[in-house]
């Protein structure tokens, strides 16, 4: 992992419940927003499940580009579970497609390829579903397929993600045991 993930979380941003502080750390975003002085984000009411279609160090990097106008709240590492956070969640993170999801979801993304389940380790689908049920006892989401959805469940979503190898079944019962 590059260094720069290493670095403590700055003051104000926490690990998610049940994380290691040790491995689960702040990476600084692009200035984000990318547009002048959005409104402020409503109380988040979803969690959106991505898929990168990138490996997590090209992910960070495009994150990390103010011209790629794409960010995601946290990313989560196929083989050890690694979470990296690029937006705090009390801004707003430009990854559903939806100005209104965007204003009212954390967005999750997950190293790897819809069409690659490798990609889908034990590692990833554990600690997302720890962080995802971090994030919905704080917020009071309910832990539901209503409440934490793909990014192709997002109205006039255009993206596929997660894709047909992402096991919700698996990922819901671990986000209930949360």
Known sequence: ????????????????????????????????????????????????????????????????????????????????????????????AWHAGNWDYNTRSIGIEHEGWTDRPEYFTDALYRSSARLTAAICARYGIPRTRAHVIGHHEVPGATHTDPGRYWDWTRYMELVADG
């Open 1 to 92: 992992m590059p260094r720069s993930l290493r670095s403590a979380c700055p003051a104000g941003v926490m690990a998610p419940s049940g994380a290691s502080r040790a491995t689960d750390r702040w990476s600084p975003p692009w200035h984000n927003p990318p547009y002048p002085t959005p409104p402020p984000p409503r109380p988040a009411t979803h969690v959106v499940v991505h898929v990168t279609q990138e490996t997590f160090p090209d992910a960070m990097k495009i994150f990390q580009n103010p011209r790629s106008k794409v960010s995601a709240h946290y990313m989560v590492a196929s083989a050890d579970g690694y979470i990296g956070q690029f937006v705090r969640e009390k801004d707003i």
